[in-house]
């Protein structure tokens, strides 16, 4: 994994709007062509209203034009190797590949290395609702 990518989730992890749950967590992408997008969790005061660091990732991602993901990185503060949650995958799976690599990260760098399809699965795919 291009270490880059490893310091923008950090990165973003230090900037985690997590006054609640003092759970920072921080996500970054990278695109084929080399751009990085990353996110950290925003929660709200109704709980319910926030999200999660992969979410603000893939908003980036979006906004900046999108394209054909390589790798992602996801950290967080205090569980080393956290991986997304349920609803995370779906949003990563719906932009990246089954076979798009995922790092689970802790606080000096990468710990496992997964693929999407083993992170999600038997996924939900909209194919069909095209
Ligand atoms: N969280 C993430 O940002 N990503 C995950 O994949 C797991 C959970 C956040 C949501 C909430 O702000 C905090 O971690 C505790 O659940």
Known sequence: ?????????????QKAHAPYSRFPV???????D???FAGANI????FPEGWC?????????VMGGGGAI???????????GVTPCGGCRQRLAEFADPDTKLHLCDQNGVVATV??????????AGDTLK
């Open 43 to 46: 929660e709200v005061a109704s």
């Open 70 to 80: 390589a790798e992602i990185a996801v950290i967080a503060e205090r569980m080393p």
């Open 1 to 13: 994994m291009s270490h880059d990518l490893f310091l923008a989730a950090k990165a973003a992890m």
């Open 34 to 36: 080399g751009r990085i």
């Open 115 to 124: 693929t999407m399809g083993e992170m999600l699965p038997f996924g939900f």
């Open 53 to 61: 660091a992969e979410t603000t990732a893939l908003a980036h991602y």
């Open 26 to 32: 921080g996500a970054a992408l990278r695109t084929e």
